[in-house]
């Protein structure tokens, strides 16, 4: 039924002319991460995810994680899959070589992910949650809880969670009420209860390791007072291996509309009595700042949902209609009914849903390239650059991404017609899937909030107004390439729309109520994305229109493509500007 | 949980301002619908959904209607539901009075059947089709037949289904193969397998009316050989009540994404050997014709569940929002968390719920009311007119309703954040239901060729140019009034839009190749629905600041949503006046 198959194709353009791969691995640490190797590996990656991973999608949906006798049983098939992914080594590609990983870039890690997403969002939560463990200790871990943890999280041999959500504390952390209890041995014992904990428990291997937000009993109200905690599902042995069973429950199972697969639990801690052991993760009280540590990647992360569920339902519904025969051509000649791709209705359907692949692909890739720079640029000047840029486009990609899944997922049932609301037939289950991405994570409003309050306004404006210079000087160049039509006239425009509300906002957040600016925050954040996308279709145009081989059927099929994003989809977004310029009078004057 | 309130303030507003309900009540035979009466009527409605089928949307989810022993079981209370729907004659409310209906116009029947759709629409789909049957029996039914049938199914004693489509012919009607074979008596004996029968078969009524479309065997290929038949679950006996069974099988039930409580079968005719039992209605080779005659009222109805789906989301969320205490206000001096429904962005997305709700109400009435004017006024002159909007409106009526209530349940999921993706919740329900609206009763992508290809066309695009005419000819009457702000200048705007692509568009199909026209298709019905939409929107605001009582709650909340449409929605529209008009080059250029 639904296969999917790696657009390798354009995964390497992408990493090439929008990724930057060149320059990435000749970052330090970096060098044996050649764009030959690199395009090796991800064959080999291509491989693994289709054959092995994607045909456990659907299993996976039917069947979902269930829980019996307090354990969470995953569907048939995903422990034997997830042994051979540790195995072969791709859970730690882009994790440090230090620790058992394969030191790539995360520019090529994110491409990994990718792919593992697209062949099966529910399962590939897991991994993405180890390699936010990961990251934290890797930034705030002891030595010891290093040698205990690290390795066997960089391998995926244990996984990991982030234990924050608590019932009366959503997005707002601050709330939480988890206790630790500081023991004379140094340790803690927890007691509370979370929610959400995607992936809390399995039996994919042999220990769990839960990263906990908690509050110690001095600690003071509100996102201050919260401490990170590791809470092994099997307190490790002195050797390390899994010892004791410590004193978590998994009370129950969300019954979710999607992402069947993944288990998303309720977990308390300290039911017993005694309360779970835990051991403190940097400092008491500097749990907010590890977790904004980790926010950034695990963001990217969700975003590439959306990728990854819009690459999969265009894959689903473009096989649907090259199979599907039904209607005459309008207007042809011949009485013969047509594979419905030939209508240019379902075409336009498609043709959109390849053109905002291909776009947040491109943005995907720009933000883990510049996340590279950030961390490994030679000059302060340039990762600081770099990191502004990363603080900038995390929020875009987080919420633009998964907004147009869902909107994708929405149209690849839509060309199915009847077909697709019959669940057998698979398109159904990516829209469902789809609709969890804008929600987890940072809700997509938190998002276009923390895009508003503290991104547009770094250095007064001037990291936003320097992208948005930056697009515009290369306007010119867009324009003399013959071959990229209106593209250019309709980048400029949009362009210039995004500076006009972008100074419209700056301005309000200082002479208007905050609620003003609030007012416009989602839909700024949406033109924000479209635009910036568009200058990197632009841009991907350009490069397959002047390269040595632009009469490739690939180089062809890029600018087309391309140019149907900038002069079909882009010019939507300038009518967003009366309402983001509109403040918030009328929300205040209607009854809700 | 989830309840549901029908907002019947907005209702007779819009009824009264829109739907014309005074001019309707005027027309021959509906002198009895007077306001005061109507809206008696209506609150009895209300407390009748709201209380005896509102509750069984949830246990209609969970439960689904299921297939036992070659019969299908309704969800628990169904069945008495149904009784008491048909016992207090809401069924044949705005039926004929010869057969035992209520004789209201039109336009009070799609009120009703608002409010059974809101209250649930897996359910409301059962009647729906009945109304199909009564409307074919109306039309196209002998004298017999009509005693027979036509009082039991405008009363809703029994019910009617719709046999059209088959594996191999989905919208593609012409190329249906099920048979059907005279026989001496007059009557036939059909062959064949139908899918995707809404309701083909259930336990709230003692038998169920197959209205089947069938090829008697010497029929042209084509749509043109299509007849269409009566073929009873239960054949009547000589006293019309339901006698020997037919050779009809339920096969199978649908597995499907939502409207989990409808079932949608797969029947088989004649799988005994010797043919179902069946009735010619109308003449042979007709069928095409007769549907044709029914279509309006199924597309509007199913638009009608766009309405359905974004009031009930809406209500939802909006009293979701309202209890859940969550984050402090932005920029607050005070510390104390608020309801979400404080935080602007919740607001702009349950507004932009309420404002499409209102948008989406005034396009049905209009169109329901122009339906009424068509059938009863007096003069042939105003029934052209009248018959001609209604050709005009109806795509746009099922297809911008159907899609716009796909995004206001997804908006209404988000408002909830990580509750709504919890089934238990209910919002994910909504989300589900929604998407079979744009699919069924002809794909939107349909709707949208029909618009262009068939009713943009008609009288050389005069119908059209009037209606813009009659937008444009408002604006000075809309610019007068100063409590409508900005929204006479949007309006301006987006009706020389209308005006520009419908010109384009026109030339388009008699200048260019028919696919350049084609590739606008489905922006453009979107622009010219969210266009007709923003004129009432405009009008029931100035009705709201104009009225005696212009500073009522209602009416200052009117004109706030109202212009909230008009200034923040609506000019969305004209960013899609570059891919209407761009052709269709990439479209063919770009591999798909």
Request: aromatic residues 6%.
């Amino acid at each position: 039924m639904s296969e999917y198959q790696p657009p390798l194709e354009d995964i390497n353009f992408t990493l090439h002319h929008i990724g930057r791969l060149e320059d990435v691995s000749k970052l330090n640490g970096f060098q044996h991460a050649d764009p030959a190797t690199v395009s090796g590996l991800l064959e080999e990656a291509a491989r693994f995810f289709s054959e092995v991973i994607a045909p456990l999608n659907r299993v996976g949906d039917e069947q979902g994680s269930v829980l019996t006798d307090d354990r969470v049983k995953t569907p048939d098939g995903f422990k034997e899959a997830y042994a051979k992914y540790v195995e072969a080594g791709w859970h730690g590609a882009h994790l440090p070589e230090e620790w058992g990983g394969g030191g790539l870039p995360y520019t090529v890690g994110l491409v990994v992910q990718e792919m593992f997403k697209t062949a099966n969002m529910a399962f590939s939560l897991c991994p993405m949650l180890t390699q936010g463990a990961v990251d934290a200790l890797v930034m705030h871990g002891g030595d010891e809880q290093k040698s205990t943890y690290l390795g066997r999280l960089v391998t995926g041999e244990w996984t990991g969670t982030m234990n924050l959500t608590e019932p009366q504390a959503g997005s707002d952390l601050g709330a939480l009420r988890t206790k630790a209890v500081k023991q004379d041995d140094g340790t803690y014992r927890l007691f509370g209860t979370k929610i959400f904990i995607t992936w809390g428990d399995h039996d994919l291997t042999e220990n769990v390791v839960h990263l906990v937000l908690a509050r110690t009993p001095d600690a003071p109200a509100g996102t201050r007072g919260i401490s990170m905690f590791i809470v092994p599902k099997f307190v490790p042995d002195a050797a390390g291996n899994p010892g004791e069973e410590n004193d978590i429950k998994i009370v129950s199972l969300e019954h979710k509309l999607g992402i069947h697969a993944s288990p998303t639990a309720v977990v308390s801690f300290g039911d017993g009595g005694e309360g779970a052991v835990g051991y403190l993760l940097g400092g008491e009280q500097e749990g907010m700042r590890n977790m904004f540590t980790m926010m950034n990647a695990a963001r990217i992360g969700v975003g590439l949902e959306g990728l990854a569920i819009g690459e999969r339902a265009y894959q689903q519904a473009a096989a649907y209609a090259r199979e599907r025969v039904q209607g005459r051509k309008t207007g042809a000649d011949s009485s013969e009914d047509v594979a419905i791709i030939e209508h240019p209705d379902v075409r336009r359907m498609l043709l959109t849903m390849k053109a905002y692949n291909q776009a947040m692909r491109a943005l995907l890739y720009l933000t883990a390239s510049e996340s590279d720079f950030a961390d490994h640029a030679e000059s302060d000047e340039e990762r600081k650059r770099a990191s502004e840029r990363v603080a900038v486009l995390t929020p875009l990609v987080k919420a633009w991404c998964t907004d147009v899944g869902v909107e994708l997922a929405s149209l690849g049932i839509q060309v199915h017609g009847g077909m697709g609301y019959v669940e057998e037939t698979g398109a159904a289950q990516h829209f469902r899937d789809s609709r969890i991405a804008p929600i987890y994570e940072g809700t997509n409003g938190i998002q276009a909030i923390d895009l508003l309050t503290r991104k547009l306004p770094m250095e007064d404006g001037a990291v936003v107004r320097d992208m948005i210079e930056e697009m515009r000087g290369s306007l010119d160049d867009i324009r003399s390439v013959e071959e990229l039509g209106g593209f250019a006239d309709e980048l400029e425009a949009s362009v210039s729309g995004l500076a006009d509300t972008s100074e419209w906002l700056l301005n309000a957040l200082s002479t208007r109520t905050i609620d003003d600016a609030l007012a416009g925050a989602s839909p700024y954040l949406r033109q924000f994305a479209t635009v910036v996308a568009g200058w990197l279709m632009a841009r991907a145009a350009m490069a397959a229109a002047q390269g040595s081989d632009a009469d490739s059927e690939f180089n062809l099929d890029k600018v087309a493509t391309a140019r149907f994003f900038g002069e079909h989809l882009l010019p939507q977004v300038n009518g967003l500007i009366p309402t983001i310029k509109a403040g918030n009078d009328l929300l205040e004057q209607a009854r809700i």
